[in-house]
């Protein structure tokens, strides 16, 4: 019995040059109201570009090509709209195959059918949270499996390998829930506790190197669960050529993204909140020298994420400006870091060694040297400008598929690095400690950091005094 066919990994469709477009032309296109320009699919009308994502008895698509346009149709329609058209040009296609028994169709084109709903269920699963999407694709799995023993096996091992990610995205969404209503509440907690009974982070972990670890476990858990359509569903507006609908406006679809930059932001505060809690300076300058060697360990990993939280966590004004703390700190080691996470030049350094983590990942033996862990913000920046820069049609309303070539390009990257699975041990404590530990807020960090070294001028006084009425201090 043949197995069911596998999907290999997205990127590793992506070669340099572009997608081998050879693979799919065939004569009608060029007048099936899809334009090619020296074999490349520059655009073509939405229905051309579907009727294209539908195998036939002599055709399958290119698998760059499916990956791209069901990352890219869902600007201009609903997954479950494009489903239903795919279960339509099936059905037709069935109906009009040549006259004899159903089962010789059956036999050359269910195969093909079934790869292309594989690939969609194991790339995009979180489509198949809309019920109207599981309908169809059940409908035309039966449609399959109806046909031979050996079809409605698959199309089993399909349904089930889809409902178990379904499953554990909704637990995971559930924890993430747990972890929020045990740190929000908690947000503007203030030096209320006595020093001796506060946990610090060098107590729970005393090596910077296990932090990192944990950190990285932390980061890959969080970038596995982001579907990578939830990049472009970021920004879906309406479509120009359909007003009245924009195809998002039911439900966010978001939420994994949203997740992940909100750790970011923890992360950063939770730094802010460690370096400004000791009440001596001495205990500080310990706490910032740990911080520097675990952001030096996230870089050797590759969890540039991390690290660029644990930088901008020391850059937060109620740190930077304990300068006697500072003062007791070697910061040669700092300062390299902030230069591989300079701004300047649009992050050239960062993307520099962004691109060398990226070809030891290539030809990485372990998953310890596979590890790629972008800082995420200036990742969904880039695709966000590269979206804004260029239209979703062309004047004659064709869809600009050039434009979404490139994107699914930078997508598909983030699918390969998000795909690693962690080598190092968790340590359950550590962990806990990360996620659920109360951190300061803004206000909790500047009363902390003005009662560590005292205010230097007037609008630092001011807002001291401020602070200490509205706490109670």
């Not at 630092?460 to 005094?465: A, G, H, I, L």
């Amino acid at each position: 019995q043949e197995k069911m066919p596998q999907t290999p990994p997205v990127a590793a469709m992506f070669e340099s040059s572009g997608y081998n477009r050879n693979l799919y032309q065939t004569k009608e296109d060029n007048c099936g109201g899809l334009y090619y320009h020296d074999n490349n699919l520059l655009s073509g009308s939405l229905e051309a570009l579907i009727q294209h994502l539908v195998p036939n008895v002599d055709y399958y698509p290119d698998r760059t090509y499916i990956f791209t346009f069901l990352l890219s149709s869902r600007l201009f329609m609903h997954p479950y709209e494009l489903m239903a058209k795919v279960c339509h040009l099936c059905i037709e296609q069935q109906r009009l195959s040549e006259p004899g028994p159903d089962k010789n169709w059956t036999q050359k084109i269910a195969p093909k059918i079934l790869q292309l709903l594989t690939e969609w269920t194991e790339t995009f699963p979180y489509d198949f949270r809309d019920e109207r999407m599981m309908r169809n694709l059940k409908e035309l799995a039966q449609r399959i499996a109806s046909g031979d023993e050996m079809y409605r096996k698959n199309v089993q091992q399909l349904l089930q390998s889809l409902i178990r990610k379904l499953a554990a995205v909704t637990q995971y969404e559930e924890v993430l829930a747990k972890i929020d209503a045990t740190s929000t509440d908690r947000l503007t907690v203030l030096k209320t506790k006595p020093q001796s009974i506060q946990r610090d982070i060098i107590t729970v972990c005393n090596d910077p190197y296990v932090l990192a670890q944990q950190l990285t476990h932390i980061e890959l858990e969080r970038l596995n669960y982001i579907g990578p359509e939830e990049f472009i569903q970021a920004f879906v507006q309406k479509d120009p050529l359909n007003n009245d609908k924009s195809c998002y406006g039911d439900r966010k679809k978001t939420r994994n993204l949203e997740a992940y930059v909100e750790w970011f932001n923890r992360l950063s505060y939770l730094v802010a909140t460690e370096i400004c809690m000791p009440v001596k300076k001495k205990h500080r300058a310990r706490v910032i020298e740990y911080f520097i060697d675990v952001a030096r360990e996230c870089f050797n990993i590759g969890n540039f994420n991390s690290l660029m939280a644990i930088v901008s966590g020391m850059n937060m004004s109620p740190v930077s400006r304990l300068k006697k703390t500072w003062a007791k700190v070697k910061t040669a080691k700092f300062d390299i870091l902030e230069h591989q996470m300079d701004p300047s030049s649009n992050f050239y350094n960062y993307r520099t060694a962004l691109r060398g983590a990226t070809q030891r990942s290539l030809t990485a033996h372990s998953n310890r040297e596979k590890i790629v862990i972008p800082f995420f913000s200036l990742l969904i920046k880039d695709i966000y400008f590269l979206n804004e820069g260029c239209a979703n049609r062309l004047p004659n309303g064709h869809v600009n598929f050039e434009k979404f070539w490139e994107l699914a390009k930078q997508v598909s990257e983030f699918m390969t690095w998000k795909q690693v699975e962690c080598p190092f041990e968790r340590d359950w404590k550590i962990l806990q400690y990360l996620l659920t530990v109360p951190v300061f807020s803004d206000d909790a960090l500047y009363l902390a950091s003005y009662e560590s070294e005292s205010p230097e001028n007037h609008v630092e006084k001011d807002r001291w005094k401020t602070l200490r009425f509205v706490s109670g201090v």
